[in-house]
């Protein structure tokens, strides 16, 4: 391998290493949460629910955990491990090194994004165990996951960037991005909801999402599938290319 390949894979093997190194809070603690919400939602509520769509409440709202689960996860464990490293100082001495800042970046982006993946790769197994869970559309369903991942992935290194203390994170996560799953039809769908609430979900972006990963499943969305596919791309591009900006120039990365 090259310098620059062995530089890269050198990073990102720290930044697997690191959320590997303590799996119940990583990994168990995230499986445990969608285990209840599996179990909540369809043994206590499923029963008095019936279907959605044609489908098993339990089996509808499945894809939106699998896609909160990549989402979460991914945007946690980038935003926490960039302000860290801040915190540290670590991240000067990275910036200094030889590796470029495309493969910084690359680097930190991966490692939240391959948490995501496993988190929502066991989760779909778990989920798959307990209900019949089909793949109606599998080409739009590993696209739509991987620009899911992706976006939180790098919307975590935006905020662990633009953070200066772990309240501004842990206010992203709860006040914002949490809101914007559960009321994005993780639990419900859109279309049986009053006015004016059923068009204010349409102007939150994670709707989209979460209709793009329950089509890939299950093959019902409410949305225009390759128009929310388009502007994913593009939104996700664009937060990349944002990121590399900042990387680029140290801002408020160097002290």
């Known amino acids: 391998m090259s310098p620059s390949t062995i530089r890269f894979v050198a990073l990102t093997r720290r930044e ?10 990583t990994v168990g603690a995230p499986l445990l949460e969608t285990f209840l919400y599996i179990s909540i939602f369809g043994a206590a ?16 709202v499945i894809p939106g955990l699998i896609m909160m689960a990549f989402a979460i996860n991914s945007f946690s464990n980038n935003s926490s491990s960039i302000l860290q ?16 800042p495309g493969q910084l970046l690359l680097a930190f982006t ?3 994004f391959l948490r995501g993946l496993l988190i929502s790769v066991v989760t779909f197994i778990v989920a798959s165990l307990l209900v019949d869970l089909p793949v109606k559309h599998f080409y739009v369903l590993i696209p ?11 919307l975590g290194v935006l905020v662990g960037v ?14 914002i991005l949490q ?19 059923q068009t204010l979900t349409h102007f939150n972006p994670v709707y989209y999402m979460i209709s793009l990963v329950r089509y890939g499943f299950l093959g019902v969305s409410d949305i225009s599938v390759w128009l929310a596919l388009g502007f994913l791309t593009v939104a996700t591009a664009a937060l990349t290319y944002a990121n590399y900006r ?5 801002y408020k990365l160097r002290k």
């Open 162 to 175: 633009r953070a200066e203390q772990f309240d501004d994170v842990s206010f992203a996560q709860t006040f």
């Open 16 to 25: 697997v290493s690191r959320f590997l190194k303590i799996p119940r809070q």
């Open 110 to 112: 991966l490692g939240g």
């Open 45 to 60: 509520l499923g029963s008095r629910v019936g279907e959605l769509h044609g489908f098993d409440y339990i089996v509808f």
């Open 179 to 197: 809101p914007l799953i559960f009321l994005g039809g993780v639990f419900y769908s859109a279309s049986l909801l009053p006015e004016p609430y």
């Open 246 to 250: 900042m990387f680029k120039s140290g």
């Open 144 to 154: 739509a996951l991987f620009l899911v991942g992706w976006f939180f992935a790098s």
């Open 85 to 100: 490293q801040k915190f540290q100082g670590a991240i000067d001495d990275q910036l200094s090194s030889p590796a470029s």
